[in-house]
């Protein structure tokens, strides 16, 4: 069952591709393997795609489950790493070619 947004009339927009392009400033020393581990943690994400670039990471897929990813791997941060600066772009709707 899909949760309920008062202001989204049309259902059928519940359920979209997002693409989120997203970059991790960790507040250590050592941030490569930290920016490197994270990296590895979004690939076992499956359902998602993962294209790594040399300044941010883009993830592809349904938006429920690219947020989820999102809220589950910055949470994941915090606990093994501490404070971490992360700056995303999302838009929904938007498959690159």
């Known amino acids: 069952m899909l ?3 008062p202001h989204i009339e049309d259902r059928s927009y519940a359920t979209v ?3 989120v392009e997203i970059s991790m400033y960790p507040f250590v020393d050592n941030f490569r393997g930290l920016i490197k581990e994270f990296i590895g943690k979004l690939h076992e994400y499956s359902e998602l795609q993962v294209n790594t670039g040399p300044t941010s990471t883009v993830l592809i897929g349904d938006y429920d ?3 989820t990813c999102l809220t589950e791997m910055m949470r ?3 606990q093994h790493h501490g404070q971490s600066v992360f700056v995303t772009k999302i838009l929904p709707g938007y498959t690159p070619t």
Do not use: A, G, L, N
């Open 3 to 5: 949760p309920h947004f």
């Open 17 to 19: 591709v997002t693409t």
């Open 65 to 67: 489950q690219v947020m």
């Open 76 to 78: 994941w941060s915090f």
